[in-house]
């Protein structure tokens, strides 16, 4: 049998934290319900993602910006975050450990046949899927996922792996310091009940320095971290100088070794749309 | 589990969404295979906001993949070419209108068929002498009259120039709505259901009301309208002037039975607005050409309703007036004479207003007459529904721009919260006007007359009250 960087038996997917999600399966597409502040995190970290794979593409159509773009979304939950990707044009593997919340989102997309077509969800762990992708997608997101997983460090060589070179890579997670104790468990689960209790564990939370060193001896660039505070009275999040609780992150797949020719990371967007309409304004 | 279900489907939700009711029927459980065609948006409503609208949209490059319908209950309408003779159904649409109707190519159209830029408002008493003029300090136009079926041309030609991203169902009138429930948790459609006389059934991502102030849209969503029937009808005609003149003004006086306008078509003619009581309107529509021509005249020339008292206390605060402002108040001009009226042009309609409580539901919106009614008097009605369409055009944008679904609460919030701010205001004050207006007691006449002088007196009141009309 061929060594895989990544073998089955020793996964980044850690049992207990998969149990926490599964009594919630059936809430996430409740925007007033437990997930609703992950609801409301798409209106900064969807432009986060269009405006950096916008800046490093030089030409796009407004009416599908991220046409021609594979996104993997890694921990995709029940899809709150696949299905704007997919609505701005791209095409998004979800992949989850967690049967039920596939359920979820497959039933969620089926009512729009374009999103249906556009979105292809997945039960499976990081790990199932390097081996027939390698080098697949332009585009990872995780996104309130390394909080979770059991081995870090292999997470990001998986990602690295189904990665296409020049490819970006897209994090938010949770720091591990004093406040993000106070406000972001004892507050947010035990007090206000902004995330569901027990959902997050301090130990498990990962400090910008420590992904980012990880990211770098793996080979990725990291671009941008850029700090996120959530406002619970308004239900909004912003994006904030101070990184001391939330926080996103922006990492390159270097160009393949080997290559000079300095080609675009994405192919042309707009390009391979295969229903167009209309003409580009 | 499925009759459970069921229930949980048919009942009402109370959702903590500011007490937000969830009212309306909702859907039965409906196979997801419904061979319905899905839009992302229907406009319901076409006529110059339902329109203008959906032209909107389609012109937008946001969203050129999108599809978007609009359904019209009445037959499609040729406009090639324009009579000679003036419509007397007319529109005063300010520069902010005018804006947004060039962003699609639609301004220009109405320009090469016909429309008349006015300067200059002039408005004043019928019970004192109290006036106030409103110009621009540039001279610039302050809004221009435009004949309702010039405005349908325009539209209608440039949403036939985008026939591939919107389509247009004539003849079709839209006989009930279905509302989804705000979160999806079983097998029914999340889409608003719309089905049509002729049987035809649509789906939709994002139903947008424009059908009038007796919108049905808005009484399918169970949504309270605030509505008041006023006791005045208004009454329109084509009127030919004496003489040629550079028809460039803008006339209302108020009557005690209420405000009559004359509004500048060309250099010979103008189009009458005149609010009055039902009975009076009856009136003026069955006597000859001729007495009507003479009831308008005598309407702008008459000082029968004038008091010696109010004369005088008119006149003290004026001098008082000019002592704070030595240049004084503006000259006043005299309304143009009219010599007579187009045959068959008189018409009348009854006035009332009448304001949404809430503009927007999940997967709905409300615009123009829809949403707000509004008394002639300040020649702001279609203007408020353009300026709807500017502000949740711009939303719409922005939530596409971020892969949101078009029919969520949280963008459609922002849009009712910016318009209900201006458009409350705004039809309150022209209430306000409206009562103020309507009486001969003398202490509200020296009110309204020391108030109109005052504020005639006050260039940068003026100037605030211009800017938020003409938006």
Redesign the interface.
């Known amino acids: 049998t061929a060594r895989r960087l990544c073998s089955t038996s020793h996964s980044s997917v850690d049992p207990a934290e998969v149990k926490k999600f599964q009594l919630l399966a059936h809430k996430w597409w409740d925007e007033e319900g437990e997930y609703s502040a992950l609801h409301s995190m798409n209106d900064i970290r969807v432009p986060f993602i269009r405006d950096t794979l916008l800046s490093m593409s030089s030409n796009y159509q407004l009416g599908s910006p991220l046409a021609g773009v594979k996104v993997l979304d890694v921990g995709c939950g029940g899809g709150l975050l696949s299905e704007p990707l997919g609505r701005l044009g791209a095409s998004v593997t979800g992949i989850d450990p967690l049967e039920d919340n596939i359920r979820t989102a497959d039933q969620h997309k089926s009512f729009d046949p374009v999103l249906a077509k556009r979105i292809q969800y997945k039960s499976s762990s990081l790990e199932e899927i390097v081996e027939e992708s390698m080098e697949t997608f332009d585009v990872i997101v995780a996104s309130e996922v390394v909080e979770h997983v059991a081995d870090l460090e292999m997470f990001i060589k998986c990602c690295s792996q189904v990665l296409k070179p020049e490819g970006s890579l897209f994090i938010t997670t949770i720091n591990k310091t004093q406040l993000s104790y106070v406000l972001g468990i004892v507050v947010a689960e035990k007090l206000l009940g902004i995330v569901p209790d027990g959902t997050h564990e301090w130990e498990r939370f990962v400090p910008p320095e420590e992904l980012e060193s990880l990211l770098e001896s793996n080979g990725f660039s990291v671009k941008a971290v850029q700090g996120m505070l959530y406002n619970p009275l308004w239900g909004s999040w912003s994006w904030v100088g101070s990184r001391s609780i939330n926080y996103a992150v922006h990492a390159v797949k270097p160009r393949a070794q080997g290559q000079h020719s300095p080609a675009a990371a994405l192919p042309e967007l707009g390009a391979e749309q295969p229903s167009a309409t209309g003409t580009a304004v | 589990t499925s009759a459970l279900m069921a229930v949980a489907c048919g009942r009402r939700l109370l959702?903590?969404?500011g007490g937000r009711l969830w009212a309306g029927r909702r859907g039965p459980l409906r196979s997801?295979a419904s061979a319905a065609p899905?839009y992302d948006v229907v406009v319901s409503g076409g006529g110059m906001v339902g329109s203008a609208m959906a032209a909107v949209l389609g012109h937008d490059?946001?969203?050129?993949?999108?599809k978007i319908a609009l359904l019209e209950a009445g037959p499609r309408k040729e406009y090639d070419c324009m009579p000679d003779s003036y419509s007397n159904r007319v529109s005063s649409i300010s520069p902010g209108s005018a804006t947004l109707l060039s962003s699609f190519g639609a301004w220009d159209h109405v320009c090469s068929l016909r429309m008349k830029p006015f300067r200059r408002m002039q408005v004043w008493d019928a019970c004192s002498e109290a006036m106030i003029v409103f110009e621009k300090d540039d001279l610039d136009d302050m809004g221009y009259i435009v004949e309702n079926d010039v405005i349908m041309s325009a539209l209608t030609k440039q949403l036939d120039a985008v026939a591939?991203?919107v389509e247009v169902f004539y003849g079709s009138r839209a006989v009930g709505y279905t509302w989804p429930l705000?979160?999806?948790?079983c097998d029914a459609?999340?889409?608003v259901q719309i089905e049509l006389a002729d049987g035809r059934r649509l789906q939709t991502?994002l139903l947008i009301g424009a059908d009038g102030h007796n919108s049905v849209v808005r009484k399918e969503a169970e949504i309270k309208n605030i509505e008041h029937q006023y006791d005045q009808s208004a009454v329109v005609a084509t009127l030919h002037l004496s003489e040629a003149t550079d028809n460039n003004v803008a006339w209302q006086r108020f009557l005690p039975t209420g405000p009559i306008a004359l509004l500048p078509l060309s250099d010979t003619a103008s189009s009458l607005v005149w609010s009055t009581s039902h009975e009076h309107a009856s009136e003026l529509l069955a006597i000859d050409e001729e007495s009507f021509v003479d009831s308008i005249n005598s309407a702008f020339w008459s000082n029968v309703n004038h008091s010696d008292f109010i004369d005088t206390a008119g006149a003290m605060f004026r001098s008082a007036l000019s002592l704070l402002k030595p240049s004084g108040t503006a000259v006043r001009q005299l309304p143009p004479s009219i010599a007579e009226v187009e045959p068959e042009s008189r018409a009348m309609f009854p006035l009332g207003m009448g304001h949404a409580t809430e503009y927007v539901q999940h997967r709905l919106a409300l615009i123009g007459d829809a949403a707000h009614r509004v008394h002639p008097l300040a020649g702001q009605g279609v203007n408020l529904g353009f300026g709807d369409i500017a502000c949740l055009a711009h939303h719409l944008r922005a939530a596409?721009?971020?892969?949101?679904?078009l029919g969520?609460?949280?963008h459609l919030l922002k849009f009712e919260t910016e318009r209900q701010r201006h458009n409350v205001s705004l039809i309150a004050a022209t209430d306000m006007l409206k009562r103020l207006y309507s009486t001969k007691l003398t202490p509200l006449v020296l009110l309204r007359t020391w108030g109109l002088q005052a504020t005639n007196a006050l260039p940068p009141v003026k100037e605030q009250i211009m800017a938020f009309a003409s938006k």
Not at chain 2, 61 to 66: L, M
Not at chain 2, 182 to 185: I, L
Request: hydrophobic residues 25%; aromatic residues 14%; positive net charge.
């Open positions: 959702v903590p969404f997801v899905l490059s946001h969203f050129q993949d999108k591939d991203r705000p979160s999806p948790s459609s999340p889409w991502k596409s721009f971020n892969g949101s679904d969520s609460l949280k």
